[in-house]
C-alpha cells in the first residue's frame, strides 16, 4: 500500500504539508496524489472516531446476521446493494459462514432498530432470516481505544 495512504488511514486529520514532510515529497505532490486518490474513488470519505459516551450520546448500534437467498444473474450482489442504501445501515459486508450478510445499523432507540429489523429488512423479498446482536458498550473502533487514557494493566515482560 502507499505510504501516503497509509498516514491517511492512520490519521485523516494530518494536513498535506504534515504528510509531505513525513513522506519527504513536495507538497504539491501530496496534493496531486490525494486528488487523485479521490477521483479515482480509492478515498471514499475522511470520518472521525467520536467517544459517544463523554458526549452522552444515547445511539443505539446492532449487527445483524442476514440469510438470503442469492438471485439468477446478480448472486448477493444485487440484495446486499439494496439492504445498504437503507439510511439505517452503517456497513453491510458479505461473510462467509453460517449467514451471507452482517449489517450494522444505528437508530436513536432499541424501538427504532427492532422497527427497521421488522418492517423493512425482514419483509425484503429474498430475505431467509435475521438475528440481531445490540452492541452494548464499545471499547476500540477502528482501531483505536475508547478509554486510551488508561494504564497499560499488562505484566511487563522480563527475560
Known amino acids: 500500500m502507499d505510504p501516503l495512504l497509509k498516514l491517511l488511514r492512520e490519521n485523516a486529520s494530518l494536513s498535506t504539508s ?64 439494496r439492504i445498504s442504501r437503507y439510511s439505517e445501515v452503517s456497513s453491510c459486508y458479505l461473510m462467509s459462514g453460517g449467514y451471507d450478510l452482517l449489517v450494522v445499523i444505528e437508530g436513536d432507540s432499541l424501538r427504532e432498530v427492532a422497527t427497521f429489523v421488522s418492517e423493512k429488512l425482514a419483509t425484503i423479498q429474498g430475505v431467509i432470516s435475521t438475528a440481531t446482536h445490540f452492541l452494548l458498550k464499545p471499547y476500540k473502533e477502528q482501531g483505536i481505544l475508547m478509554n486510551a487514557d488508561r494504564t497499560d494493566e499488562r505484566l511487563a515482560v522480563t527475560p
Open 18 to 81: 504534515q504528510l509531505a514532510a513525513l513522506l519527504a515529497i513536495p507538497e504539491a505532490e501530496a496534493v496531486t496524489r490525494i486528488k487523485s486518490y479521490e477521483t479515482e474513488q480509492v478515498i471514499l470519505g475522511y470520518r472521525t472516531i467520536l467517544n459517544e459516551e463523554k458526549l452522552g450520546l444515547e445511539t443505539v448500534r446492532a449487527v445483524i446476521e442476514v440469510k438470503i437467498t442469492p438471485e439468477r444473474e446478480g448472486g448477493f450482489n444485487r440484495l446486499a446493494e
